[in-house]
């Protein structure tokens, strides 16, 4: 009968899985919160509009304009002069320059060469840049350069968004192990007081020494003092989780203890970051963020250096206008004209052609970096796959190890009830046990991390 009692007492009970009543917060849900609400990736979504604004900011460098310059000078009752010079400019895309124009004039003491007829002129013309500004102008390098930011903001955006998903990922998966190990040192707590009861009675009916009572209390306290402290991580871990749960308008959430992590995660995770269609297929680096970015900035230095080379050339502007009254407008008489014609030219452009340089410079360091960058992007997923290949293996050897653990346990206990062993060696088996199980929590969490190290590489939030 006393064999019978031992058994139930320490071997009838072992570490089951809780049924757990609390609702689950899967890791593909979270992720579609932080997605979608934290401000980090919120922020990074403005890098687009921001974008969207500059590229406005220079197409307004083409946008006609209305130039009205009037001035009038009026002195003891006499008017000496009234000059009005008003134009309508339209820029187009090579520089060139069409301009409208309207300007009267009268007054006593009006400079001979602003004298104009009764009813003004009218001007029609054009400005051409025949050497600077032709091919390449400041405002069509702003619109090209522009519209490379905006390749360069989608990429800056993924990057930034990967970052932010990359810290939330790592929080949830130290929840997770916390949580683990708070739910197994809850579970070895139980086994533990439920031993010492048992000893306890067989105290009293004189099967085992006192001693045994120490012993055993040695290791509640002790299952205790490991359940405080995961205790207390868990809540830690619960506070920096809550860092990335928010909701519209920037509502913070902060996460319940009725919620609990995914508990088949290990199953899951692949698909949530779809690392394991790296693992089974080649990845080409070439639409990788990281490197679009880097290639956008190289298009843009090509656009500055393109810029640079024409300052080589002479700035020549010729323009001609076809002048005549309103009154006479029909009439088309091109011998009246206006024409001008601007040159210039330093001898020896030592300025442009060290501005010319460094530009080269700048987009030959940038290629140097986008080369590396590509080695690099590649070694690291190289690595990242290795390393995965590993811990999958890994995973395996470690749950035998916990089964052969749980075996030694129960064999351990089975020949206490038997009276051929001692609380000693079931304590230290069950201590192995549970070294071996938190090895298990800790390798997982390797797991899970380098699958989102590898998400982290991939750079692909969408």
Known sequence: ????????????????????????????????????????????????????????????????????????KQF????????????????????????????????????????????????????????????????????RKAKMQMQLSQAERKLQAITVLYDASLAYFNWKKNFNEVQLYKEYNKNAQIRFKGIQSLIKQGDKPAIDSVEAGIIIKNRILNLEDSKLKLAKAKLELSNFLWLENNIPLEISDELIPETQLEFTIQESLKTNDLLNTDFSINNHPKINA????????????????????????????????????????????????????????????????????????????????KVQLTNKINAQRMEIESLLRQKELIKGLVEDNRTMLNSEERLFSFGESSLFLINTRE???????????????????SNSELFKIMANPD
Request: proline fraction near 4%; charge should be neutral.
């Open 1 to 72: 009968m006393k064999h019978v009692f031992l058994a139930l007492i320490f071997f009838g009970f072992s570490v089951t899985a809780q049924e757990m009543a609390s609702k689950e917060l899967t890791y593909t849900e979270f992720l579609g919160y932080v997605k979608k609400y934290h401000p980090l990736v919120k922020n990074a979504n403005l890098e687009i509009n921001k974008a969207q604004a500059n590229l406005m900011m220079a197409r307004g460098g083409f946008d006609p304009k209305i130039e009205v310059d009037f001035s009038k």
């Open 76 to 143: 003891k009752d006499k008017e000496y002069y009234s000059i009005l010079n008003s134009s309508f400019k339209i820029p187009t895309w090579y520089g060139i320059e069409i301009k409208a124009g309207f300007d009267n004039s009268e007054g006593v003491y009006l400079n001979p060469q602003n004298t104009l007829p009764n009813q003004g002129l009218t001007s029609l013309g054009v400005t051409v840049p025949l050497g600077q500004g032709l091919f390449i102008n400041q405002r069509m390098a702003d619109v």
């Open 294 to 373: 880097l290639q956008s900035k190289i298009d843009m230095l090509n656009v500055e250096k393109k810029l640079k080379a024409n300052m080589l050339l002479p700035k020549i502007d010729m323009g001609y206008s076809y002048i005549s009254e309103p009154s006479y407008i029909d009439n088309y008489q091109f011998e009246d004209y206006k024409i001008g014609l601007d040159f210039y030219f330093p001898l020896f452009l030592r300025k442009e052609r060290g501005s010319l340089k460094l530009a080269k410079y700048k987009v030959q360091e940038s290629e140097f970096i986008l080369d590396l960058e």
């Open 431 to 449: 201590n192995n046990l549970v070294s071996a199980q938190l090895s298990k929590i800790a390798l997982e969490n390797r797991f899970y991390i």
